[in-house]
């Protein structure tokens, strides 16, 4: 461990916090969190958590998740702006219209803001949306803001899924992934396996041997023969399968790259242990209604 990383250690030990991060997060940021994963098994494991204190690394709606779960619990972040472009492409009044439009239950995946959740009937994430959207009673379901992960719901649940916003609603880090630049890893590694996040676009899903959020991708290469994978999300996602399984080959795409997941630095996340800063505060009315969907998302994985 390089020594910022053994002082970032000490301080959160220090100071009583836990470093949870996502799987996008740089390798050293990988290296120094006591829990990575997936958006989901975050804002599960948080309520789990005997630490009073959280030290999240990824980005803005994945902390606010963490913070609505856990009101009681101080989560800070070491930058503000680090945010989800595809999260503010939904607002509110979209879903309102589209509900009046359509008399059919609102699912907003977890990518999303505050304000948009308050509105939402039951959220999701990539890991549960196929499991959420089967289990309401209701043939006809919006979506947003992800047209991507509205699609592959469609395709694995045969109901009707309409994506709201629609077109302008993607990630841009998926849904640029071009088709072309996997074919020609097909045809470099030809006994590979692809693996894809289904963020990205339809025509890659239809090409993929795999889809699944980031902790799926994870247990993929454990349940296979299969030696050599391709890994069509973030980039640095590779960074925990080359850790876990060290006799696999995995080839990432290096053109991949959330922007807002880098903003996390050793450099900050020193400071902000030291500082204690910046913490997530969201005003009490909002998040008691915005944790709702969040809320019902947990008991129909229950039901
Ligand atoms: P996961 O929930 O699969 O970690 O995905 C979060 C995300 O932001 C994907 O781009
Ligand atoms: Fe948002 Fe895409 Fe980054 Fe995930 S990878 S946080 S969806 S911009």
New binding site residues.
Partial sequence: MEKIQEKIRQLAKEKGYTILA??YQMQEIQEIADYLG???QLARLATKLDTEKILFLGVDFMAETIKMLNPEKKVIVPVKAAT?PMANSLEPEMIIEAKKKYNAPFVIYV?STIKSKMYADVAC???NAVEIVKKLNSDIVLFGPDKNLAAYVARKTGKKVISVPGETGY?Y??NYIKIDDILKLKQKYPDAKVIS?P?VSEEIQKISDYIG???QMEKIPGEVEDKTFIIVT?KDMVNKLKNKYKEKEFIPLYTAI?NNMKKNTLKNVLKALENEEFEIEIDKEIADKAVLPIKKMFELMEA
């Fill in positions: 996502h799987n997936d958006s989901l989800c990518n994430t990539s890991a990630c880090v998926h996040h963020e959020s980031t902790s973030e959330c």
